[in-house]
């Protein structure tokens, strides 16, 4: 357990794992993605041929693979539906591989439309190919529900026109699931969660493979064990991939990393969590919360937003919690799973955001990040969730001046606005995976404030990072131009406005104000201890000689 969340409750827990959950990995075939390799291609499939390289005969090759996989289908037994766009095909497959008793192998088959790139031949005015041009069309996808020895469910989701680009979609919980089985492991899976286990080290152990280089051969051998013998044969027979040297790569396009709180009492789970969302849900504002305690809506697609940069709050009919954190195509995702367990999510949904590399030898490297970002996250939301003070002087040193290399910066003064809205950005961007940039920060405390570019220029922001660093209240690594927030700058921080904002203002306010009459109909226990600090220090201010009255 490297992270400040974990440690704070280990002894409330009976185990934690971390597991790779859903992994996508994009399967394609390099040549027939250029203009010139796809007529490479095709003269190899046809024996040096390109007359029949016309719109009509790729048409043809597409309606072939729709008439094989539906014939195979029928003639196998196997179910194939045709879906509307709209329809959760995911959801399909799960009633009916809990309705079903099934053998390893293709299982299901569902069709939907999705957009994908397909081949436009264009031909000159003698009739000669002029050039082949790439457009995105809705065309038919077969998704094939497989069930592997190895990573039980799996789909493979294939475009019917050539090069038949496809997605191989994997889920981590199933493979440790499957290995753990094998194993004599014994533990009990509700969906995409252990809710009990017998040995939680052994499982963690095994789910701790998934993270190692070796994965990587695992995840092209199950590809390789598929995706050409049970999906692309439709369009393409073996003779025919091999004497058109037909072969898919592999890149990674999404994955999801989880972090599984098991506690032993479901009730201390659900207090702690309850707590710990209503604490951070104003103090992780970036900028509002979209959905408070009301059922997930569908996001519309006429909704235009160009920074996706918020903190979600939900709550589904069944009572799940979820607060998401999302910065641009990353998510951070904290919510309770079945009646134990706390899970933190990390996820990817494009491996481009990371900036590694997408090809499937760099997947040990994707993981890496997207685990120390798990790290982060928890340790974050712990900071921001309990503040701390080291000592009682710290008060003292931040007002003053401080040394930054060879520069002197302002010290910290509580009191000003401008300081008091710069902590708060710092605090909303603390959770953010790769850090923040002056720009982001400016734009954060814009957003906090309602001040314009001329209120809070970009040189002010820089400046005051600058004494936020000197402080040690953040850090800049190296040479780089992002800012991070460490754990005892953020539990300071969350300290510090916490003091102001939820003790001393409030009791100042109180004892200003004339007692309550009746109490109200919802009175919770910091209303209690609010209404008797105030009353308390209405008689002390009265035996210092402090006026309360305005």
Known sequence: ????????????????????????????????????????????????????????????????????????????????????????????????????????????????????????????????LAKLLQRQSYVNHYSFHILDLEWGHLTIKMSGHPPFGAQVILNGHEYVACQAQADGLGFSKEGNCFTRIADPAALAQIADTLSRPETVGRLAQVCERWIYSACVIFGLDLEEQARSRFNYSYSVYQVECSRNLQFRIGGQMETIFERMVDRTRSRLDIPTLRTLFGAKARPHRDRKVSSRQEVVLERPSYKLTVLKVHFGRLSLKAYSKGEHVLRLEAIVHNTKELRCGRVLEKFPEIISRLSAMLDRFATALDCVDIGFIADHQILDRLSQPSQLGNSRVGGIDLNRPRMRNALRAVQALAVAPNGFSAAQFSDKVHSLTGLTEADYTTRQAAYDLRKLRAKGLISKPGSSRRYLVPATGARTISALLTLRDQVLVPILAGVRSPRRGRKPAVWTSPDGHYEKLRIDMEALFNDLGIAAAA
């Not at 190899?44 to 539906?70: C, I, K, T």
């Not at 709209?86 to 569902?110: F, N, P, W």
């Open 1 to 128: 357990m490297a992270d400040d969340l974990s440690e704070r409750y280990r002894h409330l827990l009976t185990g934690v794992y971390d597991c790779l959950d859903r992994i996508v990995l994009n399967a394609y075939f390099a040549m027939g993605h250029d203009g010139g390799g796809f007529r490479v291609w095709w003269r190899q499939l046809h024996n040096g041929s390109e007359e029949e390289l016309d719109n009509a005969h790729l048409m043809r090759l597409a309606g072939r693979f729709a008439r094989r996989v539906r014939g195979w289908a029928k003639a196998q037994g196997i179910p194939l539906i045709d879906c509307p766009q709209s329809e959760r095909k995911h959801r399909i497959a799960e009633q009916y591989l809990a309705d079903h008793q099934v053998g390893y192998g293709v299982l299901l088959i569902l069709v939907a439309l999705a957009p994908a790139l397909v081949w436009e031949v264009r031909h000159g005015a003698s009739g000669n």
